[in-house]
């Protein structure tokens, strides 16, 4: 079965500092990686994704994440957070072949900005 | 605005009661999903229609069921609610897989 883990439940970053917001995942086989945030009241918006190809995927808002095949890892990274990035995020793993397209999110972690 | 759209975007009701949430996919999305957001739960899949026909289900308890019509909106039909359905409804929609959703802004489910 597939799972992500976020093992962050809250983070605190001072505007202007560099972001690293974990995720671990576990698929049996080669899976689809989505970053997605929510700020509140809001859905949800995609952020970036990985499929193949260049493991580090330039995302929207600045966002960039590195894919580690060998540490199951899809790490999302921000040179300088914004007040602005404060927000939940949420990794996503789905399947890359096949018809059923769920995919199955983590818990999400809150990031929370500091000026 | 992401193109996808959810009504109601509140919705109060009493225990026992039946609702129907409603979703418009993305122009040109066949593929539409469920999931219930709670806080205790997180984002739980529920249930995934693509053009019409039921593909995968999830978490979905029996007294909810779903659809999807011939134009591809998608309604989520909620009966018997008890205090522990409530939470954020959301639907989502994408053209194929691995294209990730475009999520609506969800619906807002009060049972008191």
Redesign the interface.
């Known amino acids: 079965a597939q799972s992500v883990t976020q093992p962050d439940i809250h983070i605190t970053v001072s505007e202007g500092a560099s972001l690293e917001l974990r995720c671990n995942y576990s698929y049996g086989a080669t899976p ?1 990686l ?1 970053w ?1 945030v929510q700020s509140p ?6 952020l970036l ?1 990985y ?1 193949s190809g260049d493991t580090l995927v330039q995302g929207i808002k600045g966002f960039e994440a590195e894919f580690k095949r060998s540490q199951s890892s899809f790490n999302l990274r921000k040179p300088s957070v914004h007040w602005s990035d404060a927000a939940e995020y ?1 990794c996503a793993v ?3 072949t ?11 972690t809150r990031l929370q900005v500091t000026l | 605005d ?1 193109g ?1 759209t959810q009504t109601p975007k509140h919705l109060i009701t009493a225990t026992g009661q039946r609702v129907t949430l409603r979703c418009s996919p993305r122009s040109g999305d066949l ?1 539409v ?1 469920w ?1 219930q957001q709670s806080l205790d739960q ?2 739980q ?1 529920l249930i ?1 229609y ?1 053009n019409g026909e039921e ?2 289900k ?1 978490n979905i308890l029996e007294r909810f069921s779903a659809q999807q019509f011939p134009d591809l909106h998608s309604e989520l039909n909620l009966s018997s609610l008890e205090l522990g359905d409530s939470a954020l409804y ?1 639907c ?1 929609s ?1 053209v ?11 619906t807002r489910l009060t049972v008191v």
């Open positions: 689809y989505f997605y009241g809001q859905g949800l918006q995609l994704k499929f949420f789905g399947p890359y096949g018809t059923a397209s769920k995919l199955t999110f983590g818990t999400g | 992401s996808v593929s999903y999931y997180g984002l899949f995934h693509y593909r995968a999830g959301f989502a994408s194929e897989r691995g294209y990730g959703y475009t999520f609506g802004s969800g």
